[in-house]
C-alpha cells in the first residue's frame, strides 16, 4: 500500500495513476473526503487528513510501505514560513509514529539555495526529513511546465506571453506533471537507503521565445514573448493580490541570475517524455472546456 498525499492535485493524482495502472494499491490522503470520492471510484482507500494535523496523518501513514509527501504550496507566505513550518512538524511527527518503510518527498529545483526565496518553503522541509530514520528520496523537479495555464487566456486575448524568466532567450530546464508523477511513482516502489536526491527536467530546455512560438502554433495565433521590467514586478504582484511579493520576486531572480539551478552533474538528471506543445494543447482544450 502506498499513502499519497496531494492527490487530488495534477502531480499526485499523476502518481496515483501511474501505480493504479502497475496494479498496485494507494490510499489516497485528501482534507476533503468528498473529493476522494472519484479515487475511491478508482479503486484507492480513501482517508481524510489534514497536513497540519500529526495524529491524522499517522492514521493515513499506518501500514503502507511508502508514503508520498506532497506538502501544500503557499505562494504568500508569512514571513519566516510559518505555515509550511506547521505542515513540516505534522509531517515529521506522523511518520515517526506510523514508521512507513519509505518516503518519497516532492521537492524543488534549488532546494540547495542559501538566498531566501519562495522555494525555501522546500529547503526547510528537505532540511528536516533529512533526519528521519526511514530511507527518503527528495524529488527536485524543474519549473512546472504547467504554471503556463496562466498564460492562456491573456495570449489568446492579446497576443502577448508576460514573461518574468527573462532573458527571453535563456534556456530555463522546465518539466511536465505528468513527467513527475509518473517518476514519483516509480521512485516509491525502489529500495534504497539513507538519503537521495533526484534532480528531474523534461526533455528540452525551453527559452520563452520558444514558448510563445508554440503557444502561438496551438492557439492558431502568433504571440509575441514580452519581458516584465523588473521595477514593475512588485506593485503588478501587490495588484493581484499578494501580501508581500518579495519571495516570489527572489525566486524569479534565482531563476534568472541562475542561482536557483539543479545541484547535480548535468547526466545524473532524469528527463522526462513529455514536451511543450503536448502540455500547451492540454491547458488550452481544458481552459476551452471551462468556459
Known amino acids: 500500500m502506498y499513502a499519497i498525499t496531494g492527490i487530488t492535485g495534477q502531480v499526485g493524482g499523476a502518481m496515483a495513476r501511474a501505480l493504479l495502472a502497475a496494479g498496485k494499491p494507494v490510499r489516497a490522503v485528501v482534507r476533503d473526503l468528498h473529493k476522494g470520492q472519484a479515487w ?46 506547521a505542515v513540516i512538524a505534522a509531517v515529521l511527527e506522523a511518520i515517526a509514529q506510523a514508521r512507513p518503510e519509505r518516503v518519497v518527498c516532492l521537492s524543488t529545483v534549488g532546494a540547495q539555495a542559501r538566498q531566501h526565496n519562495l522555494l525555501t518553503q522546500r529547503s526547510l522541509l528537505e532540511q528536516a526529513l533529512n533526519g528521519l530514520p526511514c530511507p527518503v528520496s527528495f524529488l527536485r523537479p524543474a519549473w512546472f511546465l504547467e504554471n503556463l495555464a496562466w498564460d492562456i487566456a491573456p ?28 517518476v514519483a ?38 504571440v509575441t514573448a514580452h519581458a516584465v521590467p523588473r521595477e514593475t514586478w512588485g506593485a503588478l504582484f501587490k495588484s493581484q493580490g499578494m501580501r508581500d511579493p518579495r519571495p516570489r520576486m527572489q525566486m524569479l531572480d534565482g531563476f534568472n541570475e541562475g542561482w536557483i539551478c539543479f545541484e547535480g552533474a548535468p547526466e545524473t538528471i532524469l528527463e522526462g517524455t513529455v514536451d511543450l506543445k503536448t502540455v500547451l494543447e492540454s491547458l488550452v482544450s481544458a481552459a476551452h472546456l471551462a468556459r
Open 155 to 182: 495570449a489568446k486575448e492579446t497576443g502577448l506571453l508576460s514573461c518574468f524568466l527573462q532573458p527571453l532567450d535563456h534556456e530555463t530546464p522546465m518539466v511536465a506533471t505528468e513527467d513527475i508523477g509518473r
Open 40 to 85: 475511491a471510484a478508482l479503486g484507492c482507500e480513501v482517508v481524510s487528513a489534514r497536513m497540519e494535523d500529526a495524529a491524522a496523518l499517522s492514521r493515513a501513514f499506518a501500514n503502507v510501505e511508502g508514503v508520498f509527501i506532497l506538502p501544500p504550496s503557499e505562494f504568500d507566505p508569512e514571513p519566516g514560513f510559518p505555515e509550511a513550518k
Open 185 to 222: 511513482a516509480q521512485l516509491i516502489q525502489q529500495s534504497w537507503t539513507g538519503k537521495r536526491v533526484v534532480e528531474l527536467e523534461g526533455p528540452k530546455r525551453l527559452t520563452q521565445l520558444e514558448i510563445a512560438e508554440t503557444l502561438g502554433q496551438v492557439l492558431s495565433r502568433p
